[in-house]
């Protein structure tokens, strides 16, 4: 049986778990009951699960990034106000009402981590990865943040500063990572398949031209 | 509460595992247990501050034991549970059974979109003027209150400096008590690595955490 200390199960995993047929006997159970209730709608359950397995995900952010590469007066934007800069390219609202963003260099990474649950920047980067939400990460971002990149193949010199920000309210970080050398003259749209989600948490750098597809 | 979700700095967890190319979700109870969630916490009937609280209102061993998206269906079923809104009858039979009381609205699906894009704003308008200011020394008070709040046990008692000066923010140990937003001051506090975990810390290692004015103290 998985639990939040270990990585989640895997669908293919269930298949024998009673533990897990119970849950999702009773998970079935309560929507029945408030569907008859008439305290959901189906059909919003479905746009619910629809929008955030198809609509939103982290190439909202990387666009975001792409254009702070690009756009000297959108980077300044950002660091100013990043909720309005966000929500000017159509990325705002549920876990990104309160939008910081915190910029790489050569001498500081950010890192973003949410120690108490898992507060994490829904509108640009989608629902957390299960490694973002699970007890490993939660417990060692803040203590030892270089092993932490070390397991996402990460090493940083040691001169470099490590800069974790923990989200316990309702402001949520996203880390801007800095421009891959030899990406001169790249579009916007060239640039944002650079970005990868875990450069936008600070787990991971951008991809360079070379790894670009 | 010192509960085992203020994970910050726990030993024995483990490496960290990434999943190459990760679904948004791993199995079809998840995906109807996030929609539920989120589709009751659009009634109005409990705010975030109550959802985090639900969650994490359990014994250690429950809590480390369920995965996150069970945490998520127990927060749900307590949360029912305890403003009446589906009885244990009702759970045990798999179906809605009596009267049934009205919530404050539900979520349609053409609204989803709208809900979603506005998201809930937690900023208010502030009565007070700020305590501190960027560059300021602050200590985190040594709090422990048995019900929700958002002041890591890693960070308490120590001292770190005011980075930025957030706004006058919703109070989650008031909100989630069901005693009103109650807003104060959130202001992004820097502690040094040595500060928090001593001699032996990443000397090149800050941590900031985003703390409300009642959880810091002049130093």
């Not at chain 1, 829904?122 to 417990?139: Q, T």
């Not at chain 1, 990460?154 to 920000?165: A, G, H, Q």
């Amino acid at each position: 049986m998985s639990s939040i200390h270990k990585a989640e199960p895997h669908e293919h995993d269930h298949a024998h778990g009673s533990e897990l047929s119970e849950t999702e006997l009773r998970v079935r159970a309560l929507e029945t009951i408030l569907t008859e209730k008439g305290y959901v709608d189906p059909a919003a359950l479905d746009r619910l699960i629809e929008t955030y397995e198809t609509k939103v995900g982290p190439r909202n952010g990387a666009r975001v990034v792409a254009r702070a590469w690009s756009n000297p007066e959108y980077r300044e934007r950002l660091r100013k106000d990043a909720t309005g800069a966000i929500a000017s390219m159509g990325f705002a609202g549920r876990q990104s009402e309160h939008m910081i963003a915190v910029e790489n260099t050569p001498k500081i990474h950010n890192m973003v981590v949410c120690t108490l649950c898992s507060c994490y920047p829904w509108a640009v980067l989608g629902l957390p990865p299960v490694w973002y939400k699970s007890a490993p990460y939660r417990s060692r971002a803040v203590a030892d943040p270089r092993g932490v990149l070390r397991e996402f193949g990460l090493e940083l010199p040691d001169e470099t500063e490590i800069r974790v920000w923990d989200s316990t309210a309702e402001v949520r970080y996203l880390a801007v990572p800095m421009r891959p050398l030899g990406t001169e003259g790249f579009s916007e749209e060239r640039l944002a398949a650079l970005v990868t989600r875990d450069s936008m948490i600070g787990t991971g750098l951008p991809k360079s031209p070379a790894e670009a597809p | 509460m010192n509960g085992a979700h203020d994970m910050g700095g726990v030993h024995g967890f483990g490496p960290v595992e990434p999943e190459p190319n990760e679904p948004a979700f791993h199995a079809e109870w998840e995906r109807r247990a996030f929609a539920i969630t989120v589709a009751m916490g659009a009634t109005g009937e409990w705010n975030i501050d109550m959802s985090r609280f639900a969650r994490e209102n359990r014994s250690p061993a429950d809590y480390l034991a369920k995965s996150y998206y069970e945490l998520w269906f127990a927060g749900l079923e307590a949360l029912l549970a305890a403003r009446r809104l589906v009885s244990a009858e009702e759970l045990a039979a798999g179906h809605a059974r009596g009267n049934t009381r009205p919530v404050k609205r539900i979520l349609a699906a053409d609204e989803v979109d709208q809900v979603l894009s506005r998201g809930t704003v937690a900023v208010r308008e502030s009565a007070t003027r700020a305590r501190f200011k960027p560059g300021d020394r602050v200590r985190a008070r040594n709090l422990h209150p048995g019900g929700h709040t958002r002041l890591p046990r890693y960070v308490r008692g120590h001292l770190g400096t005011i980075e930025r000066v957030h706004g006058c923010h919703v109070f989650p140990d008031s909100n989630a008590a069901g005693a009103g937003e109650n807003p104060q001051w959130l202001y992004a506090v820097c502690f040094e690595g040595r500060e928090l975990w001593g001699a032996e810390s990443d000397p090149k290692l800050k941590v900031s955490v985003d703390a409300w004015e009642p959880y810091l103290e002049p130093a």
